[in-house]
């Protein structure tokens, strides 16, 4: 079992995200992590996402998630993903980030990061454009 933690837990893509992964196989979410300050904070991170309980309490500590978990799926902004990912690189886990924007500088930070931890970037998600690459 794939142990995932998603960021942005309460968003748009998050809880997407989340709710996928509620009915797939092979992988669960094991954290889901907002914002310090974020309103829906202790709550269960299958509220947002239109599901049942899912027995995992958004939280704020991402360090704290990642080490109970296998992989970190991550929409949420260029600044915000470069602190995600130097975290994952420093724990040794995995990402998957979807965030767009990033700059030819932020991009080269990633590239030190991703020399030491498995990591997809891939600011579009869709179908259409990653079956031209």
Not at 52 to 73: C, Q, T, Y
Not at 81 to 88: A, F, I, M, Q
């Amino acid at each position: 079992m794939i142990k995932t933690i998603v960021t942005g837990a309460a968003g748009r893509m998050g809880s997407r995200i989340i709710n996928v992964l509620s009915t797939s196989e092979g992988i669960a979410l094991s954290g889901g992590v907002e914002r310090k300050g974020h309103a829906l904070l202790g709550q269960d991170a299958g509220g947002p996402a239109g599901v049942s309980a899912m027995g995992v309490k958004i939280s704020d500590d991402l360090a704290a998630a990642l080490k109970a978990g296998d992989v970190l799926i991550d929409f949420t902004t260029p600044e915000t993903s470069l602190e995600h990912l130097r975290l994952c690189a420093e724990l040794g886990r995995a990402a998957v980030i979807g965030s767009t924007g990033f700059t030819k500088e932020q991009l080269a930070v990633v590239n030190t990061y991703v020399q030491k931890v498995p990591c997809v970037l891939s600011p579009n998600m869709s179908i259409g454009v990653n079956l031209c690459f």
